[in-house]
């Protein structure tokens, strides 16, 4: 999956709930939603929005498309650091407000979404991700045996993220990469953008051949920094290969930081001095996170009980949540084995 360029929304003041809806069904309209599609984006991302300001002004929504063969959708993630609820699922009942109001938001963005999932703790905040589908995918939103969750958001105040992401799979595999432009903004975004389309081309080569691709394409841009992994459930086992300052971690079962794989030094584009791969054991129930600087090296999973079994978008979400450092383009991609 190539992603377009996420919408990031900072919800702090009314006038920005009629700007989500807007954006949103324009999003919509881009992916090939129909006029009963479009409807269900407005509500659902209105509602997210119209919670997010009655309960944590400043919290955020993301509109990241998403794709399945050819099959497109929108992923609403909604981010806060509000007070958290008490009950999440007496939330869900219609009629039931804290704020004051009609009491139909969470019931509404649960109907209406294909799949909606939500985690919420007192004095942390909430996260809660909706997916919507132009037309009903056959694998339920899961690339094949994976299932996959993102938060990718430039650098405040610029309009463009000098990160990228991709992931793709064939027989049975999954590639996964993420790649930082050095800096910021548009050059930035036009080094890793570039990344991604090596990835593109050069799949079939595997992690070290897609980064020594990628090393060539990039001449000419700013450079990045790349990582590219293969996961092969088959043979239990995960490729790595990565040059410059992106962290790839397998998180174990149980386990609450994981393993880092390796990386070289380096500046894909300008500077390599080795690329190789690395191969590390993936146990049944891991699962893979793979960062840009952006967010901070010392994040963990256990400080909230439960977020280590929720999907993998709520995860990237607690991540960027918790441990963005704010100053710079921020990609969180989480991927993990479809449980049965």
């Given at each position: 999956?190539?992603?377009?360029?996420?919408?990031?929304?900072?919800?702090?003041?009314?006038?920005?709930?009629?700007e989500?809806?807007?954006?949103?069904?324009?999003?919509?309209?881009?992916?090939?939603?129909?006029e009963?599609?479009?409807?269900?984006?407005?509500?659902?991302?209105?509602?997210?929005?119209?919670?997010?300001?009655?309960h944590a002004?400043g919290?955020?929504?993301?509109?990241?498309?998403?794709?399945?063969?050819q099959?497109?959708g929108?992923e609403?993630?909604?981010?806060d650091r509000g007070?958290?609820?008490a009950d999440?699922?007496?939330?869900?009942?219609?009629?039931?407000?804290?704020a004051?109001?009609?009491?139909?938001?969470?019931?509404?963005?649960?109907?209406?979404?294909?799949s909606?999932?939500?985690?919420s703790?007192?004095?942390?905040?909430?996260?809660?991700?909706?997916r919507?589908w132009?037309?009903?995918?056959?694998k339920g939103?899961?690339l094949?045996?994976?299932?996959w969750?993102?938060?990718?958001?430039?650098?405040?105040?610029?309009?463009?993220?000098g990160?990228?992401?991709?992931?793709?799979?064939d027989s049975?595999?999954?590639?996964?990469m993420?790649a930082?432009?050095?800096?910021?903004?548009p050059?930035?975004?036009?080094a890793?953008?570039?990344?991604v389309?090596?990835?593109?081309?050069?799949a079939?080569?595997g992690?070290?051949g897609?980064?020594?691709?990628a090393h060539e394409?990039l001449?000419?841009?700013?450079?990045a920094?790349m990582?590219v992994?293969?996961?092969?459930?088959?043979?239990?086992?995960?490729?790595?290969?990565?040059?410059?300052?992106?962290?790839g971690?397998?998180?174990?079962p149980g386990?609450?930081?994981?393993q880092?794989m390796?990386?070289?030094?380096?500046?894909v584009g300008?500077?390599?001095?080795?690329?190789?791969?690395?191969v590390?054991?993936?146990?049944e129930?891991?699962?893979?996170v793979?960062h840009?600087?952006?967010l901070?090296?010392?994040?963990?999973?256990?400080?909230?009980?439960?977020?280590a079994?929720?999907?993998?978008?709520?995860?990237?979400?607690?991540?960027y949540?918790?441990s963005?450092?704010?100053?710079?383009?921020?990609t969180?991609l989480?991927?993990?084995?479809?449980?049965e």
């Open positions: 999956m190539i992603p377009g360029e996420p919408l990031v929304l900072t919800i702090d003041d009314v006038s920005k709930v009629g989500a809806r807007r954006l949103a069904v324009a999003q919509a309209n881009r992916l090939g939603f129909d009963t599609g479009r409807g269900r984006v407005a509500i659902v991302v209105t509602e997210a929005a119209t919670n997010l300001f009655k002004v919290g955020e929504l993301i509109l990241q498309d998403l794709e399945i063969g099959v497109h929108l609403v993630l909604s981010i007070p958290g609820m999440v699922g007496r939330c869900f009942v219609d009629g039931f407000s804290t004051g109001s009609p009491g139909h938001g969470l019931g509404a963005i649960s109907r209406l979404s294909s909606f999932e939500i985690d703790v007192l004095g942390v905040g909430t996260l809660s991700s909706a919507l132009a037309v009903a995918p056959t939103g899961k094949d045996s994976m299932e969750g993102v938060v990718s958001r430039p650098f405040p105040g610029e309009e463009v993220c990160d990228a992401w991709a992931i793709a799979t049975g595999q999954t590639l996964m993420v930082d432009g050095l800096g910021h903004g050059q930035a975004a036009e890793s953008h570039a990344a389309r090596a990835f593109q081309a050069e079939a080569l992690p070290a897609i980064l020594a691709a394409v001449r000419g841009t700013r450079g920094a990582a992994a293969r996961l092969d459930p088959g043979r239990r086992e995960i490729v790595y290969c990565g040059v410059g300052n992106i962290a971690t397998v998180v174990k386990s609450s930081r994981g880092s390796v990386s070289h030094n380096g500046t300008h500077a390599v001095r080795k690329i190789q791969e690395f590390y054991p993936w146990e129930g891991s699962l893979v793979m840009s600087d952006g901070g090296s010392h994040w963990r999973l256990d400080g909230h009980a439960g977020l079994w929720k999907s993998p978008c709520l995860i990237a979400g607690g991540l949540r918790d963005a450092r704010g100053r710079d383009d921020v969180v989480v991927v993990r084995e479809r449980s």
